[in-house]
């Protein structure tokens, strides 16, 4: 006669709410592709949740603000409300951890606010701040978004995206005129990204905002991966009078921090990536 043996049950915990089991399953299904998105159903086969249960937990998520859905795909990413929560929690942990000495000298040696952004929706996230302490000053929130094209950490991520990723993020935002200085040409931008790449550094001249100028510097992981961008902001008026003392300071940050990230050492005329992987069509 066959024997069954009972199933033995987890004992019961009292103080365990099962519904941030299922948010955190969520938050993790999400966080497997922090920079492009993931659909529904994958959400759903990594969870290992029902699908209604998903599609209410996103829906949710997204109406606090936490969840960014893309209308055009469909796909859904943790949103930059999500690193207000604390970004040394997120992805980028070591990232901001090794950056922020190197922003705190920028700060002191030039009285201008630093931050630090990560290639996300299509455009750059900003994830860490270092605040100028002067009245009149600029500085960006985390969380905020920036266009690629208008910004001198866009630029950075720009200049080392492959060429269809390049042609997708740009299609998909576009290049909008913010200023009248704003490069709204295809041909006008190839130009400036081979200048990132020959520099090690981009310059927002006024081209985001009217009055700001904006030095930044791409940061590179092992592989020699970008994977962020630093920059320093200010008035333009103080900005344009330390110009190239900034550049040659924010040069040697990032590379500083990409070294420390794995990425080795490079100099501006031997860029960490192949500038021709991030070549984008001509045609404007």
């Known amino acids: 006669m066959r024997r069954t043996t009972k199933s033995r049950k987890s004992p019961y915990d009292k103080n365990f709410i099962a519904l941030a089991q299922r ?6 299904a999400l966080s497997q592709q922090p920079k492009s998105g993931v659909p529904l159903e994958e959400i759903t086969q990594i969870s290992g949740l029902p699908k ?3 599609f209410r937990l996103l829906y949710s998520m997204h109406k606090l603000g936490f969840v960014e859905q893309d209308p055009d795909t469909g796909l859904y990413s943790l949103s ?3 690193f207000e929560l604390g970004t040394n929690a997120l992805p980028y942990q070591r990232l901001t951890v090794l950056a922020r000495p190197l922003m705190q000298t ?3 040696s030039f009285g201008e606010s630093v931050n630090v952004a990560v290639p996300k929706l299509g455009g ?3 994830i860490a701040v270092a605040e100028s302490p002067k009245p009149h000053r600029v500085a960006a929130s985390i969380g905020g978004f920036s266009f690629l094209h208008s910004t001198s950490v866009g630029k950075c991520i720009a200049a080392y995206l492959p060429a269809e990723e390049l042609e997708k993020q740009l299609s998909r935002h576009g290049m909008p005129p913010l200023t009248p200085t704003t490069i709204i040409s295809r041909q006008t931008l190839e130009a400036e990204l081979v200048r990132v790449r020959v520099e090690g550094v981009a310059v927002d001249n006024e081209e985001n905002a009217q009055g700001i100028i904006c030095v930044g510097g791409p940061i590179f992981a092992s592989g020699k991966q ?3 961008a630093m920059s320093v902001s200010g008035p333009a008026v103080r900005m344009s009078q330390n110009l190239p003392a900034i550049k040659t300071a924010v040069r040697e940050a990032v590379q500083t ?9 490079s100099s501006p005329e031997e860029p960490l990536e192949v500038a021709e992987k991030s070549s984008v069509s001509a045609n404007s």
């Open 23 to 28: 948010i955190f399953a969520v938050l993790e």
């Open 52 to 54: 209604t249960t998903v």
């Open 80 to 82: 930059g409300k999500f």
């Open 106 to 108: 920028l700060l002191l």
């Open 124 to 126: 750059a996230i900003y």
């Open 226 to 228: 970008l994977v962020a």
């Open 257 to 265: 921090i990409s070294i420390l990230l794995g990425a080795g050492a």
